[in-house]
């Protein structure tokens, strides 16, 4: 990720107009992604016939998904020593405060995001044409967003 942000980074430096491009072309992409969606419904849903993971298992695959994260990392290296204050004492309970405080927020935050998504989920089985009218509401925003870039990347050139 590094190597292709500085490589952008480049390229948009030599050739400005290269920015425009790069917008247009991500552009295209969402927009694609919207007509997909869109498409997907014209298409009908075909019900889920898999069998669903367990519990635990679940919570493992997000839990190795998440530590496996580089951008996590790089945040926390990036963030967390601006809250690190050698005078307000050890260190050590500093980071045991910070560690303390980002996995309760992150408990509430992604356990109220589970316990939604797992109503939701419970709802719309039984309410199937619900599925299909999210689709098209977020193949919809997806072709705006698309449209808007497509404004912007053309407008400057």
Known sequence: MLLGA???????????????????????????????????????????????????????????????NPKAYLFTLAVLPQFLKPADGRIGMQLAALAAITAAAQIVVYGTVVVAGDKLRGWMQHHPGANERLMQSVGGVLILTALYGVYMGWREL
């Open 6 to 68: 500085l490589g952008v980074a480049t390229i948009l430096r030599l050739v400005p107009m290269a920015f425009n491009l790069l917008l247009l072309g991500g552009a295209a992409y969402i927009g694609w992604l919207g007509w997909s969606l869109m498409r997907h419904h014209a298409e009908g849903v075909e019900p889920n016939t898999s069998v669903p993971l367990s519990r635990s298992r679940t919570f493992g695959q997000g839990m190795l998904t998440c530590l496996l």
